[in-house]
Nanobody, 124 residues
Framework: QVQLVESGGGLVQPGGSLRLSCAAS????????MGWYRQAPGKQRELVAT???????NYADSVKGRFAISRDNAKNTVYLQMNSLKPEDTAVYLC??????????????????WGQGTQVTVSS
């Protein structure tokens, strides 16, 4: 009923920039918090940044001042602008969204959705 599709990952040199996008589609009524997480090989998944429906943002200390999260509510899309990338930013980046969606003719449900992930590699 609902899916998140990410795009924008790739290979970039240290100091470079990338912009990730994540679009939600389906029988969506509203989206609460949207965010980006990342998981490097052998490490736990960690929060990168989140943004509420009202635009309040939250960042991991490791990315503050370098990354910027934003969203377009009309397009059900969240973005992550990543600047001054470092090798330690290398990971699979996953989009997350707290979504209320239509369930049947009159019902609604709320669920937490994840994208499939997009690889970001920072290397010279």
């Amino acid at each position: 009923q609902v899916q998140l599709v990410e795009s924008g990952g790739g290979l970039v040199q240290p100091g470079g920039s990338l912009r990730l996008s994540c679009a939600a589609s389906g029988s969506i009524i509203s989206i609460n918090t949207m965010g980006w997480y990342r998981q490097a090989p052998g490490k736990q998944r960690e929060l990168v940044a989140t943004v509420t429906s009202g635009g309040t943002t939250n960042y991991a200390d490791s990315v503050k001042g370098r990354f910027a999260i934003s969203r377009d509510n009309a397009k059900n899309t969240v973005y992550l602008q990543m600047n001054s990338l470092k090798p330690e930013d290398t990971a699979v980046y996953l989009c997350n969204a707290d979504i209320i969606y239509r369930n049947g003719l009159y019902g609604r449900r709320r669920a937490d959705y994840w994208g499939q992930g997009t690889q970001v590699t920072v290397s010279s």
